[in-house]
């Protein structure tokens, strides 16, 4: 039995083919998990499935129903979660389950999806007060109300902690029953990798579609498996870090944060938080939504007062000298902080001229940035335009262009691709063999693995520091990402 | 029925939640009226001249002194003209009037008089009336005086009555006026923004996927923000007809049911902006450029319609506010004139209805959805309407 079969599906854009002459069948009752790179036509495959778009050529058949002329009857028996959520953040969480209950017409019986989604105690905030993890709980519950027979999520564990990922995995698990179809188009492999069925797609064509485990059978390899199947990556020397102009320091403490914190009334945003990183150090700073991560990095670049403490870059106080103190420091920001409307080149050259880089020399620097970046192609697209990678990349060569001993990056590669991801941290650790000095938050926790010391973040304070391996071990754990679960639970004792 | 209630209710909520929508509603009527009330004024007002008198017989310096006692206007006397050139560029007298020295030799001779009368061009409303006090004034004096009897008496005594508003007193029309503006930002400012708002945020994609309408869409829409609009009128005549103790002749049924009708028109152009565009920030640019400003300007309030040049004219018979401050004025002033009425009402219910099923129609239910970057350009949600 199959719920969805396509033949010979044609999605155009104008002159850019976003399905190019599909056919794939995805079975009923099991779990498929849909890969691709940004841009492989991931959403643009979800919203033909459901009608929300028309294809130009080919037959599609969903439970029974053609999208393209059966959309309304087709959407009594879906549940679509957009990458957004489609939650109204100016309703409360129980006010956005009573109006898509409404909507969906089935009953105002909340107890159990409360409870199972641990929003029970928010009832009444606001969505838009939520964190991150929470609100794809309540986005998912408003999805699973009504228990639709086929269920398909877009990208739903983007930018969400691994205990928050873990739990909207087990929420869908429970929720549904066997004979429910599930599509789940991911970045996280490792999700993917525990699905019945993984569906590759790339430039619009399916390349993989089978069992995950008959391709690896782990998820690091099913990773490797999937990169080799997108073309492959292949590891060649950075560039940036090649033609990056790095002068040795005199400090071999280049950051210190001393006993920062951050207090709003009663509640601690960040409290007690210290630690040194050295010279050419990789410090990875992990936790959950709204543990302090992004509050701690806005502190120590110096657009966030702390309540008390402070943070020294280069041996300079950021509380006193802040202008000095972030001349020595490339920050990128976790949300894309560029001028959209701007081209890749006008951007370059704005941040150039803004971190102090002399009009003469201007021009040849950022020649060179462009060059090395792999930027030349798109010089001239707008930086609202550019694929998410692309983005990361061009947000990247800002915070770099002024060849800064220090970097902060902010969850640089959330939402971005396997393959980006991997070229991206290929750069990161030959800067740092250069001797310049990262420190970076994210919610992979493979690349948790590239750094060489991790602190570990929890509700405004450092529950634990160390090499990988350390933490590893501290928690009893083979992987990075048990460990971090096991030490978060353990820390909530 | 229960979609489309579940979705007013989510709008109500919004609406009470976003200060922005009380703002305009309730806060501002007072200002926009209190500005119509102390702020703007069309009248005739106490206008300062200056005087330089060259002519020294005392029949004449009763003239300068009639000049001194008007209640239109001050007087000040000046001796040489460069003072008076000074004084009307620091715009400290709007006019001057010079009397020559042989101003009275020549009456007395019976000779024709010259009076030198100069005004400001640059504030022509102004200019006009020095022009015709300096004129009314001295024919006043003319007929008082010596020379009365120089003067031919006028064949015809011109009487004059003025309807609807004996005071010509301008508030009257214009405050009432204001209303049409208030209506016009509500229904058309603050309902653009509405449906473009779930298209950037993300919601209207999941509406989609349920059981909504077309239909469930556009009328969650129009029904609150009626509401709210109809709350915001009566709040409106409250102020007017209470706190500033403008008169009101008509029908207050009749008022509350146009208005009505010209709250649905001005509903239907914002929504169709916001369909759309599906933009906030464009869609508030457009509604503030084809919706308040032109009924500010071309509906009549401020300018009267027959003044305008013919192609503004025609212009403005597709304008909304046009039919409804032609109806507020004759409401208010006059009380109620059923022709105007059902003339004003027919107008406005032909335009709302069209806009409604133009709504109706763009509305649609799937999205023709962003291009993949670069070689589509910016993500934008190009309409095309479902075959279903």
């Known amino acids: 039995m199959q719920t969805v079969i396509i033949k010979n599906l044609t999605k155009k854009f104008g002159s850019t083919v976003a399905i190019d002459n599909m056919s794939l069948n995805i079975e009923k009752g099991k779990i498929t998990g849909l890969i691709g790179a940004d841009g492989a036509g991931k959403t643009t495959l979800l919203r033909t499935i459901i009608g929300l778009l028309l294809p130009n050529d080919g037959e599609i058949n969903i439970l029974g129903f053609n999208p393209i002329t059966q959309k309304d009857e087709l959407n009594l028996h879906i549940g679509y979660m957009p990458q957004k959520f489609g939650l109204y953040e100016d309703l409360t969480v129980i006010e956005n389950l009573r109006l898509y209950a409404d909507l969906k017409g089935v009953a105002h019986d909340f107890d159990k999806m409360l409870e199972f989604t641990t929003l029970a105690p928010f009832q009444d905030r606001l969505a838009g007060a939520l964190s991150g993890g929470m609100k794809q709980k309540l986005g998912l519950a408003c999805t699973l109300l009504g228990n639709p027979e086929f269920l398909l999520l877009d990208e739903p564990s983007v930018g969400v902690d691994p205990i928050s990922r873990r739990d909207l995995m087990k929420m869908v698990r429970e929720m549904i029953n066997p004979e429910t179809t599930v599509l789940w188009s991911t970045a996280y492999l490792d999700e993917a990798h525990s699905f019945d069925t993984a569906v590759v797609i790339d430039k619009g064509k399916v390349i993989y579609e089978g069992n995950p485990h008959d391709l690896a059978s782990t998820p690091q390899e099913f990773e490797n498996k999937v990169i080799d199947l997108m073309g492959g990556y292949n590891k060649e020397e950075s560039l940036i870090a090649k033609n990056y102009d790095y002068k040795a320091p005199d400090v071999e403490l280049t950051v210190e944060a001393d006993n920062l914190e951050k207090r709003y009334g009663n509640f601690y945003a960040v409290k007690n938080n210290t630690f040194k990183i050295k010279k050419g150090e990789i410090f990875g700073l992990l936790g959950p939504n709204g543990a302090g991560k992004s509050t701690s990095f806005k502190m120590m670049c110096g657009l966030a007062r702390p309540t008390s403490g402070t943070a020294r870059i280069m041996g300079i106080d950021i509380k006193s000298q802040p202008e000095k103190a972030r001349a020595n420091l490339g920050y990128m920001a976790q949300k894309f902080s560029l001028y959209g409307s701007l081209t890749v080149r006008e951007n370059l050259d704005f941040f150039a001229l803004a971190y102090g880089i002399s009009l003469l020399k201007k021009e040849e620097k950022v020649n060179e940035v462009i060059e090395v970046f792999g930027l030349k192609e798109y010089e001239n697209s707008k930086a609202e335009d550019l694929p998410l990678g692309l983005k990361q990349r061009l947000s990247m060569a800002a915070a770099l262009i002024h060849n800064p001993p220090v970097l902060f990056l902010d969850e640089p590669t959330s939402g971005v691709d396997v393959l980006t991801r991997r070229d991206f941290w290929n750069h990161i650790i030959s800067l740092s063999k250069k001797g310049v000095t990262i420190m970076v938050t994210t919610h992979f926790m493979d690349e948790a693995e590239y750094c060489d010391r991790i602190s570990l973040f929890y509700h405004g304070e450092t529950i634990a520091v160390g090499t990988p391996t350390e933490l590893k071990q501290q928690a009893g754990a083979n992987d990075m990402e048990t460990a971090f679960i096991n030490l978060i639970k353990e820390s909530e004792r | ?388």
């Open chain 2, 1 to 388: 029925m229960k979609i489309l209630l579940a979705l007013i209710k989510k709008e109500i909520k919004q609406i009470l939640r976003d200060p922005s929508s009380i703002v305009i509603a309730f806060v501002l009527p007072i200002i926009s009226i209190s500005i119509y009330m102390y702020g703007i004024n069309l009248d005739s007002v106490k206008i300062t001249m200056g005087i330089k008198n060259d002519d020294n017989s005392p029949e004449v310096a009763t003239l300068v002194k009639s000049f001194g006692h008007s209640k239109y206007v001050n007087s000040i006397n000046f001796d040489n003209m460069e003072d008076i050139k000074t004084a009307v560029l620091s715009s400290k007298i709007k006019g001057a009037i010079v009397i020559p020295n042989d101003f009275s030799t020549n009456l007395s001779r019976n000779h024709r008089a010259n009076l030198l009368v100069i005004t400001d061009g640059s504030e022509v409303n102004t200019a006009n009336y020095v022009q015709s006090y300096a004129l009314a004034i001295s024919n006043q004096w003319l007929l008082r005086g010596k020379y009365r009897g120089l003067v031919q008496k006028p064949l015809i005594n011109i009487e004059n009555r003025t309807w609807y508003n004996p005071d010509l007193n301008s508030h009257h029309f214009i405050v009432p006026g204001s209303i049409a503006i208030t209506m016009t930002l509500i229904g058309i400012l603050l309902t653009s923004l509405v449906i473009a708002r779930e298209w950037e945020r993300g919601t209207m994609e999941a509406l989609l996927s349920t059981k909504v309408r077309a239909i469930h869409i556009v009328l969650g829409k129009y029904i609150p923000y009626f509401v709210l609009g109809m709350l915001s009128t009566a709040f409106n005549m409250f102020l007017c007809v209470c706190v500033f103790q403008i008169p009101f002749r008509g029908s207050y049924l009749m008022f509350f049911l146009i208005s009505g009708v010209f709250l649905f028109t001005s509903l239907g152009i914002g929504l169709m902006i916001s369909t759309a565009l599906k933009n906030q920030f464009m869609a508030s640019m457009v509604s503030i450029s084809v919706g308040f400003m032109p009924a500010l300007m071309l509906s009549g309030l401020l300018f009267p319609i027959n003044s305008m040049p013919t192609f503004f004219q025609y212009l403005t018979m597709i304008i909304p506010p046009r039919y409804y401050v032609s109806f507020i004025e004759s409401e208010f002033m006059a009380g109620g004139v059923n022709e105007i009425r059902l003339a004003n009402a027919f107008y406005l219910t032909v335009l709302g209805l069209l806009l409604f099923a133009g709504v109706y129609k763009k509305t649609q239910m799937r999205l023709e959805a962003s291009c993949p970057p670069l070689e589509g350009g910016p993500k934008s949600l190009i309409s095309r309407r479902g075959d279903d």
